[in-house]
Antibody, heavy 116, light 107 residues
């Protein structure tokens, strides 16, 4: 069964913005971290960002300054806000639970396509 | 960043075969190495963590070994549901990084 539920993907123009959602029950998230990992079409996996339980965040250099993470505790939802999108941001984006920073639970993925 | 190199990048095998995939890191990972399986159109699934530990529900035909910078994933007897792509991942230091993947398809 899916325990991390993603939404918000779509087609956006270069330079545009998009917000992805990752809904996760509190018992899934508690004591762990939530990461975002992306996969460009036909390519491998790339770590993008992490949300720590205390509210801290960290980002890959490739998205630093353009992506942010917010949390809505009341809805048990995390949001990956993506700004100034580029063609090489085109990918399937997964949220995943990190246990000591390996990923034991994954969402189904949300596709982001950036057109030039 | 730690670079992860997997080999081979692809292989063809038959059901019942023994398959081994290797992963090499550019520095000592202190056993912080995980493996994932990805079927087409699906999210990755955790197969092994801490080099050799299997999560609950992962069949015992999967095993992992290694230390330092060199690691391997072995499937003792390949089953039809094992065809797909396998990735290693280091979680010793940020940024977290993955190997390029090994595609396992039917011979």
């Amino acid at each position: 069964e899916v325990q991390l539920l993603e939404s918000g993907g779509g087609l956006v123009q270069r330079g545009g913005s998009l917000r992805l959602s990752c809904a996760a029950p509190d018992f899934i998230v508690r004591g762990n971290y939530i990461h975002w990992v992306r996969q460009a079409p036909g390519k491998g996996l790339e770590w993008v960002a992490v949300f720590y339980g205390d509210g801290g965040t960290d980002f890959a250099d490739s998205v630093k300054g353009r992506f942010t993470i917010q949390r809505d505790s009341s809805e048990n939802t995390l949001y990956l806000q993506m700004e100034d999108l580029r063609a090489d941001d085109t990918a399937m984006y997964y949220c995943a639970r990190g246990v000591l920073n390996y990923f034991d639970l994954w969402g189904q993925g949300s596709l982001v396509s950036v057109s030039s | 960043a730690i670079r992860m190199t997997q080999s081979p990048s692809s292989l063809s095998a038959s059901t019942g075969d023994r398959v081994t995939i290797t992963c090499r890191a550019t520095q000592d990972l202190k056993f912080r190495l995980a493996w994932y399986q990805q079927s087409p159109g699906k999210a990755p699934k955790l197969l092994i963590y801490a080099t050799s530990s299997l999560p609950s529900g992962v069949p015992s035909r999967f095993s992992g070994s290694g230390s330092g910078t060199d690691f391997s994933l072995t499937i003792s007897r390949l089953q039809s549901e094992d065809f797909g792509t396998y990735f290693c991942q280091q979680y010793y230091s940020n940024p977290l990084t993955f190997g390029g993947g090994t595609r396992v398809d039917m011979k």
